[in-house]
């Protein structure tokens, strides 16, 4: 999968319309595509118009909120060096393609939720 987005996930057969019209709002997002630079024009009218095509007002404040966390979550910890997890902590999501809320929580409760 993440070799597909890699490439030209936009003319991927393994994408649908909605799901390549989210990553190409996300890559607006992320590479600051609203912008524009000399030469280039902004791409959000283009990429927003075929994000409405696919999804409600309130999809689409969650996929660029949800997008925006993780432009956020990014920059935070490349700033603070932070290293992402080893290869251990994120095994423990492939279990199966949905994550259940209390093992989430228990998770949770375990990295960041500890009382010394």
């Known amino acids: 999968m993440i070799e597909a987005v ?3 996930y936009l003319n991927s057969e393994f994408f649908s319309d909605e799901e390549k019209a989210a990553m190409r709002w996300a890559e607006v997002m992320t590479d600051k595509l609203y912008q524009g630079a000399p030469g280039s024009p902004p791409q959000d009218g283009p990429a927003f118009e075929e994000l409405k095509k696919h999804y409600s007002d309130a999809q689409i404040v ?3 909120m949800v997008s925006g966390f993780f432009n956020f979550w990014n920059r935070f910890t490349d700033a603070l060096q932070i290293d992402i ?21 228990e998770y949770m409760r375990s990295c960041w939720w500890k009382k010394d």
Do not use: R
Request: charged share 35%; proline share 7%.
């Open 6 to 8: 890699k490439g030209d």
């Open 62 to 64: 969650e996929i660029s």
């Open 85 to 105: 997890e080893d290869n251990p902590v994120m095994t423990l999501f492939q279990k199966s393609s949905s994550i259940d809320p209390e093992d989430y929580k």
